[in-house]
């Protein structure tokens, strides 16, 4: 029995190396020198390749190595009967709630503004917004949205919520599907932290931007599938949003000619805002393996129908 490692785009040989000091028995194999495919019951992935998983005729399960699964379940040759699990992380989720918290205080301090103003030596005081003042909509409030929203409220902000059926958490209003209109009407900042799915791959597109509070801002942490391109730019230059934040994108790295990089109002990181460590995840994807081998339930299993 043999554990797969893939990642394209982060060092393999550092995941192994954490695993093995946890459990030096561990069969371990690294795409692409894989000599017994047959032998191959867990993937630890990251950006595999489309169709790779269809090579190892007795895999069960594949893990993430962030906290996402649409790089994994996009794959339209994905096995059947393979089962995907997704990553909960105490710092992960912590260094995402940060990351959200840094980007609704830089808009509500005109912090980028500023910045804006200081390469071309323009002195210019404006009116800040305090965040008592300001209502933060995350939408996709799951385990990372609500611990984003706590430490919004505990910062002072306005924070509401949105999900499939609405609800109060810990004192923040959340509203449900049929609830959308509402939602946004009430949204200063608006925070993406939903899944992928057929349904919010484009969600942030025109008409949803125009539904927001006047002068909104929009803060983009789950995955670049969810924003129309195009219509973001229409947003911003015609005055319906003021700008953005955006830390994911459909293709990364952004590509060197992208609209995006010269556009004074639109701020880009590439792919931070929360970052696996492989010491903080290793126990729990271990524990897995362990689940696996001995028909346990599997911690953290997705529903592959609802991509979630």
Request: aromatic letters at 8%.
């Amino acid at each position: 029995m043999s554990i797969l490692i893939v990642s394209t785009t982060r060092d393999p040989q550092k995941w192994r190396r954490t695993l093995m000091s946890k459990n030096e028995s561990l069969d371990i194999q690294i795409y692409p020198d894989i000599d017994r495919p047959e032998d191959v019951e867990f993937a630890i992935s990251w950006k595999h390749p489309e169709g790779l998983y269809n090579d190892f005729p007795n895999l069960k399960v594949i893990a993430p190595m962030g906290a996402g699964v649409n790089h994994i379940l996009k794959d339209k040759d994905l096995p059947e009967q393979v089962r995907v699990t997704r990553i909960v992380d105490v710092q992960l989720t912590e260094d995402m709630s940060q990351f959200v918290l840094l980007n609704c205080l830089a808009v509500s301090r005109n912090l980028f503004t500023h910045l804006q103003d200081q390469s071309v030596k323009l002195w210019n005081t404006k009116p800040y917004q305090i965040p008592k003042h300001t209502s933060v909509g995350i939408m996709g409030y799951g385990v990372l949205g609500q611990e984003a929203g706590k430490v919004l409220k505990k910062n002072g902000f306005e924070v509401i919520g949105y999900a499939n059926s609405s609800k109060i958490v810990e004192g923040i209003r959340v509203y449900g599907e049929k609830e959308q209109d509402e939602f946004l009407n009430n949204t200063q900042i608006l925070v993406c932290l939903l899944p992928v799915t057929e349904l919010t791959t484009g969600i942030l597109n025109l008409d949803l931007f125009r539904k927001l509070k006047n002068k909104a801002y929009l803060i983009n942490v789950a995955r670049g599938e969810h924003l129309n391109e195009d219509d973001l730019l229409k947003a911003i230059d015609q005055d319906i949003i003021t700008g953005a934040s955006l830390d994911v994108f459909r293709e990364e790295p952004l590509p060197s000619s992208h609209p995006f990089w010269e556009h004074p109002q639109i701020q880009i990181t590439p792919h931070i805002a929360s970052m696996t460590d492989p010491e903080s995840v290793a126990n729990q994807l271990l524990d897995n393996y362990k689940r696996m081998k001995n028909g346990k339930a599997l911690l953290n299993e997705v529903n592959t129908a609802k991509g979630y």
